[in-house]
């Protein structure tokens, strides 16, 4: 599989009730499932990894309950809680998941090419002034000068995140280290895009690779919300 290809989904509508629903996670997912305590939340994390399960499984010509995931090592700390991965030596596709509320969205990418997707809801202004303050001195400068400086931020941070689910990192790499707006060139190495997305939300995705991101974008299911825009 060399194309980007990108799944958006809405986890309370009906997105992962297919294919034997729960019963297709394992159980390190039904643990993580049942320590939520909201019945929300728990439903939410249902749907979005059955829906990972599902996609991956289209991809694999495979039984999404015979999925198997392993972790790479962190690049930050070493321990064993990096980048999530397929199971194996040569896992034939690399794949991220992520999940705002009720919108999910995966992505999969070839084999030995790392990919990061992140998805987030506008966030409120308050949350602008105190996380951008955290970012690159030329992402804020960005935002500063959006006439949305809500909207600017949310592409920016879903760029972020993305890159650093591509990475490995998590939210463990500083906020400041790397730039991934559009005024100057962003990572060496990486390649970052803007989805269309529902109202109310933005979404990216990060690849590794020099070529610009051509990513196919389909909506898992049957599309229940308003019209995704650009």
């Given at each position: 599989m060399d194309a980007?290809?990108?799944?958006?989904?809405?986890?309370?509508?009906?997105?992962?009730?297919?294919?034997?629903?729960?019963?297709?996670?394992?159980?390190?997912?039904?643990a993580r499932a049942a320590a939520f305590v909201r019945a929300e939340l728990r439903e939410r994390y249902t749907a979005a990894h059955v829906m990972l399960r599902q996609v991956l499984?289209?991809?694999?010509?495979?039984?999404?309950?015979?999925?198997?995931?392993?972790?790479?090592?962190?690049?930050?700390?070493?321990?064993?809680?990096?980048r999530p991965v397929l199971a194996g030596e040569r896992?034939?596709?690399?794949?991220?998941?992520?999940?705002?509320?009720?919108?999910?969205?995966?992505?999969?990418?070839?084999?030995?090419v790392p990919i990061g997707v992140d998805v987030e809801a506008l966030p409120r202004p308050g949350t602008v002034a105190e996380v951008g303050s955290k970012l690159h001195p030329a992402e804020?400068?960005?935002?500063?000068?959006?006439?949305?400086?809500?909207?600017?931020?949310?592409?920016i941070w879903t760029r972020k995140e993305a890159y650093l689910k591509g990475l490995g990192t998590g939210l463990g790499r500083a906020l400041d280290l790397d730039y991934v707006g559009t005024g100057q060139p962003g990572p060496e190495g990486w390649a970052?895009?803007?989805?269309?997305?529902?109202?109310?939300?933005?979404?990216?995705v990060a690849v590794r690779q020099s070529e610009p991101v051509v990513a196919g974008l389909a909506w898992f299911g049957q599309k229940n919300r308003n019209d995704s825009k650009a």
């Open positions: 980007v290809r990108v799944w958006l989904g809405w986890a309370d509508g009906g997105t992962g009730g297919a294919a034997g629903g729960a019963a297709v996670l394992d159980p390190v997912e039904r499984g289209g991809c694999l010509d495979q039984d999404p309950a015979e999925v198997r995931f392993a972790r790479q090592d962190c690049p930050c700390c070493g321990g064993p809680h990096g896992p034939p596709l690399e794949f991220s998941l992520s999940h705002a509320g009720a919108l999910v969205a995966v992505a999969v990418a070839g084999a030995g804020r400068a960005e935002i500063d000068a959006a006439d949305d400086p809500v909207a600017a931020f949310a592409r970052l895009a803007d989805l269309a997305a529902p109202d109310g939300h933005a979404v990216a």
